[in-house]
């Protein structure tokens, strides 16, 4: 142990010298493994800041056992310190012990019940850990349920703002939509909510998995909140496991789809009482009163496809609510969330309904187009290189090559199997 | 603890910032695993939420707030109260929370910055969605007695009938800037680009 020490205070100089380093640490894995209980005065001699390597293959074998409360604490605060100051190039190369180290450190943080402690290193274990801002790490869903955990629903929204390219393991990516999916419903996001959510219910998906089970719930739900519909049938590129059974699966919310689309409000409560234990053993129930509450929203704005001006209590007979005075206040409201154009006139006790005033002349509004043509351009220079790789992919020209038409005597030439170069 | 970052922010009457940096301190001291919770000045960073309009991140921060803690600070409750009525869009309760609870200096900084704000809110919200209000509920919206609010709003260009005792909104032209620069060429030509190819 000691002769490791000092070759770890060693080697830790240069690029060159961590990777013979590494291949030191690599042998010695096991003899680690087998002394864990003797290792935490070792780490007192590591500088985390100047031997990450080393003292991550430290770190990674003391804690690898099972894990008293009382050491809980003082692992948390070493793993904390460890990821602030350890230097990322080092830590990369061994990115599985990293990763097993940061989702112990939540374990512990969870079972000490302070998810709070985790959210702020976990958040910088993914920063280092990551190649690049487009790329999910294994570390991103814990952070997030450390989040949602500790309620620090706005700290989340900041990574869920950056776009992913690059995916380690398709769970890492289930798990990451799903809760982003939940974090962005909590902050009233909910287009952003649907985008996530979709991205779990049309990944692909060889069998349908649980997590794409209760994202279709909320996917419904969302959908209903923010669209007012629900579309009958999920897109073509979703997985055919998917399109067969997550509608069986989540039957009592197909149901509450169908029934808001009749845009009865009676009706609708009186399902919603019926099944609530349903909806409440699912953690859904909050949300699904949310998508009831939603439908006075659209039968007003329904109204307005067909009315100039509509008086106030036309409107509460309409849309079933008890007063013209309640009336006022969800139009006001939706006034104030931009969900409709229309001015209230008290004196006549009116409604006025009013064109979209948006001309698109603005500076703003340009500054906004350009943006999202920005965005395009650069998924569409991802999509040419994607394209250009996959084309050179051995599997996919094998597959494209039984398979495509033969018009020409020359076509009847195979496509080689295999390349040897 | 060191809270110089927040007072400094309160001083200079940076309110809008309040929040993200009682959120990045909470998530830094709570990372050094120190027991912050008794110290934390909770009331303000709820304030600090409440000024962004960001209600939603009130609430969670109100419901991560122990019992304890919640019984042992009045001020902080009254804080809530606010956030409270702003969640259930009682917009004439907001005023009645602001006014009703006797704030330490500190926080009163805070509250009365908020109130203004506030108000300048409900009115332009007012102008947008009304053609015509009545004095008593444009009074409520704005928080202020029926005669404080008919001066108020005739200041800002409306008119009143006092037989009807109604207020006629009148809408100011706001001039949204449209002139294009250059660089939008270079823009447009980086598109064109793209699409030939």
């Avoid at chain 1, 704005?301 to 106030?312: A, F, G, K, N």
């Avoid at chain 2, 991560?64 to 956030?83: D, F, R």
Wanted: proline letters at 4%; aromatic letters at 10%; hydrophobic letters at 40%.
């Amino acid at each position: 142990m000691e002769g490791l020490v000092t070759q770890i205070q060693g080697l830790s100089g240069t690029a060159s010298d961590v990777l013979s380093l590494q291949n030191l640490l690599k042998q010695a894995d096991d003899s680690l493994h087998a002394e864990s209980t003797r290792l935490p005065p070792f780490l007192d001699q590591l500088d985390p800041s100047k031997h990450s390597l080393g003292y991550l293959y430290f770190l990674e074998a003391c804690t690898a056992g099972p894990v008293t409360r009382e050491q809980a604490s003082s692992f948390v605060l070493t793993i904390a310190r460890f990821i602030s100051s350890c230097v990322a190039e080092q830590i990369r190369l061994a990115p599985d012990k990293f990763i097993s180290v940061c989702k112990r450190f939540k374990d512990q943080v969870l079972l000490l019940e302070e998810p709070l402690r985790g959210v702020a290193p976990m958040l910088t274990a993914i920063r280092k850990l990551q190649l690049s801002s487009e790329h999910l790490t294994a570390l991103h869903p814990e952070f997030l349920l450390l989040c949602l955990l500790s309620k620090c629903y706005k700290t989340a929204l900041s990574i869920l703002e950056e776009d992913i390219f690059e995916v380690d393991q398709p769970r890492d990516l289930f798990l990451y939509c799903y809760y982003g999916g939940m974090i962005s419903i909590g902050q009233k996001q909910f287009r952003k909510a649907l985008e996530l959510l979709h991205n779990v219910v049309t990944a692909p998906m060889s069998t349908v998995n649980a997590i794409a089970v209760e994202a279709f719930k909320k996917y419904i739900l969302v959908s209903l909140i923010h669209h007012g519909q629900f579309p009958t049938n999920l897109p073509k590129y979703a997985s055919s496991g998917a399109q067969r059974n997550l509608k069986t699966l989540c039957q009592p919310y197909v149901e509450l789809a169908s029934s808001y689309s009749n845009g009865k409000i009676a009706d609708l409560e009186m399902y919603v009482e019926a099944n609530k234990d349903k909806f409440e053993s699912d953690n859904n129930l909050g949300l699904v009163k949310q998508a009831v509450s939603s439908m006075y929203k659209r039968n007003i704005q329904r109204l307005t496809q067909t009315y100039l001006t509509l008086s106030l209590q036309d409107i509460a007979n309409r849309v079933q609510l008890n007063s013209p005075k309640e009336a006022e206040m969800h139009v006001l409201q939706m006034i104030k969330d931009g969900e409709i154009y229309a001015t209230i006139n008290q004196k006549d006790g009116m409604v006025r309904f009013l064109e979209d005033p948006e001309q698109y002349k603005t500076c703003e509004m340009i500054e906004r187009i350009d943006s999202s043509i920005q965005r395009l351009m650069t998924v569409s220079k991802k999509l040419n290189v994607m394209d250009e790789l996959m084309s050179c992919d051995p599997l996919y020209l094998a597959k494209a090559g039984r398979e495509r038409q033969r018009f020409d005597f020359d076509d009847f030439d195979n496509v080689p199997q295999r390349y040897n170069i | 603890m060191d809270f110089s970052v927040v007072n400094e922010a309160l001083a200079s009457n940076s309110f809008d910032k309040i929040s993200d940096i009682c959120d990045a301190l909470m998530l830094q001291v709570a990372a050094e695993g120190v027991p912050f919770r008794d110290d934390w000045p909770f009331a303000i960073h709820l304030l600090g939420h409440i000024y962004v309009d960001d209600v939603n991140s009130a609430r969670f921060l109100w419901k991560s707030i122990p019992a304890t803690i919640k019984e042992s600070q009045p001020e902080l409750v009254a804080a809530w109260k606010i956030g409270q009525k702003l969640w259930t869009r009682d917009y004439a309760g907001v005023y009645e929370a602001i006014r009703g609870f006797d704030w330490t200096p500190q926080t009163q900084v805070l509250v009365a910055a908020f109130s203004e704000l506030y108000t300048k809110r409900m009115f332009e919200l007012l102008q947008s969605a009304y053609s015509t209000i009545s004095i008593q509920d444009a009074a409520q919206f704005l928080g202020m007695s029926e005669e404080d609010a008919t001066n108020y709003v005739l200041r800002k260009g409306w008119t009143v009938d006092p037989t009807s005792r109604m207020l006629t909104v009148t809408k100011q032209a706001i001039v949204k800037e449209q002139k294009l620069d250059p660089g939008k060429l270079q823009r447009l030509t980086e598109y064109v680009f793209h699409l030939e190819h």
